[in-house]
């Protein structure tokens, strides 16, 4: 049977050595394959020129095999509540560098939830979170496989325990 050594391989440094070599005022995640509107760093730029902001995020869709948008996901304007429900702030978010290094970057301790667990200590030490409320991320559909579900099984594991986390830091029972 598939259990979670049977995993594709996860390099939980990864973010960490891509921190590292980024460079510039804010930084983005990204997954592999998917994509962001041809508009999307202009309108972004666009919002923070309009006034001060340490996190953005844009709504999103899916892609779907043929390339088709579609499910479009129109997010609220900052909530915290509902960020302790799910991560909305990761697909499209940029994070102010300078706050990212103040809570401390990634963290390889948090595994396949290291977006989750950044966003969550960033939302601890700023109240500049702007949503701009356009469809700039474009999630690509993959197959569903055993591997897939594998895999979102353990990343939902990891999200789970870093939000335990935050909770604790944030003297929050839950």
Do not use: C
Request: glycine share 8%; proline share 5%.
């Amino acid at each position: 049977g598939e259990g979670p050594d049977d995993l594709a391989p996860f390099e939980p440094a990864a973010y960490v050595d891509a921190l590292r070599a980024a460079s510039g005022e804010f930084i983005g995640v990204l997954d592999a394959d998917d994509e962001l509107a041809p508009e999307a760093l202009f309108e972004l730029v666009k919002r923070l020129n309009d006034g001060d902001a340490d996190v953005l995020y844009s709504d999103e869709d899916w892609l779907s095999e043929t390339g088709q948008r579609e499910e479009p996901l129109f997010k609220p304007d900052w909530g915290p509540d509902l960020l302790l429900s799910m991560n909305y702030l990761e697909r499209f978010g940029l994070f102010r560098r300078q706050m990212v290094d103040a809570v401390g970057g990634f963290r390889a301790a948090a595994g396949r939830g290291q977006v989750y667990d950044l966003v969550l200590r960033l939302t601890e030490r700023t109240g500049r979170i702007v949503h701009v409320p356009r469809v700039l991320y474009h999630n690509r559909r993959r197959a569903t496989t055993a591997q897939t579900a594998l895999e979102r099984h353990a990343a939902n594991r990891d999200e789970s325990r870093v939000l335990v986390e935050a909770l604790d830091r944030r003297g929050i029972h839950g």
